[in-house]
């Protein structure tokens, strides 16, 4: 647990160097929705507005989607569905490396939460 915690606060440290914004909701709630099943762009953009009450354009969730690929945090394949079309689609699933970052995104947010609580009294 300990080696966890050391590459959780070296990640925090390297995150408070690095110039930017904090992480992006929406890509950690897209990464977190997939940690239990993998999905499709339009699944995903009901079980966001279902999980955390945020409705999204596509417009705005499959440039989200991109980046997470390019990155390697999600990968993408098409998926056929076994409906009366037998349509094609595209599915995606979080990657080791996404899990990482989810978690250590996440390791980040709480520190900044803890800090802003003891500020606040």
Do not use: W
């Not at 080696?3 to 914004?21: C, D, M, N, T, Y």
């Not at 595209?90 to 520190?111: A, F, H």
């Amino acid at each position: 647990m300990s080696e966890k915690l050391g590459s959780h606060q070296r990640a925090l440290s390297a995150h408070s160097r690095r110039a930017g914004p904090l992480p992006n909701l929406l890509r950690l709630q897209i990464l977190s929705l997939l940690c239990t099943n993998n999905s499709t762009g339009y699944a995903l953009k009901i079980k966001l507005r279902e999980s955390f009450n945020r409705g999204i354009s596509y417009g705005s969730l499959y440039p989200q989607l991109n980046y997470l690929e390019r990155e390697r945090l999600v990968s993408q394949d098409i998926v056929t569905f076994k409906s009366g079309f037998g349509s094609k689609r595209k599915g995606y699933s979080i990657t080791d490396s996404g899990r990482e970052y989810l978690k250590t995104e996440i390791y980040v947010l709480e520190k900044l939460v803890s800090t802003m609580l003891v500020i606040l009294g």
